[in-house]
């Protein structure tokens, strides 16, 4: 879940919880307000898990975990692989920059590179 999503989640839980302790309002809708408030906590555990199943997800396609007994150190190799591959295109990047200009970020897209979550934080 993003952090948007989660403040949002969070305010409104917020607002409702601070409703329900309201006097002046029905007894109806103060026990509307709390189970919409209990309501908000299942959305939140469910993205939560969501989150996680997502992740899952990512590292069964990346080969971390699989039916034979090869695919997890695969994955990892394949992992370590793109991160030194990541490491080269930088230097590459910022050998052209020191050269040429423009700006490493420059050089990677006209290469067409594609940017991995290490290639990002190298740049």
């Not at 948007?4 to 601070?18: E, F, P, S």
């Amino acid at each position: 879940m993003t952090e948007k999503v989660r403040q949002q989640i969070d305010d409104l839980a917020y607002r409702l919880r601070c409703e329900t302790k309201r006097n002046d309002l029905p007894e109806e809708v103060i026990r509307t307000y709390a189970e919409a408030y209990h309501v908000i906590g299942i959305l939140s555990r469910e993205a939560e898990e969501a989150d996680g199943l997502r992740q899952r997800v990512k590292e069964l396609k990346e080969g971390f975990e699989g039916s034979c007994m090869a695919c997890e150190p695969v994955g990892v190799m394949n992992k370590k692989l793109h991160e030194e591959r990541d490491e080269a295109r930088r230097l590459y990047c910022m050998l052209l920059d020191q050269t040429n200009g423009l700006g490493s970020k420059h050089w990677a897209e006209r290469k067409g590179w594609v940017f991995s979550d290490s290639f990002e934080r190298l740049l």
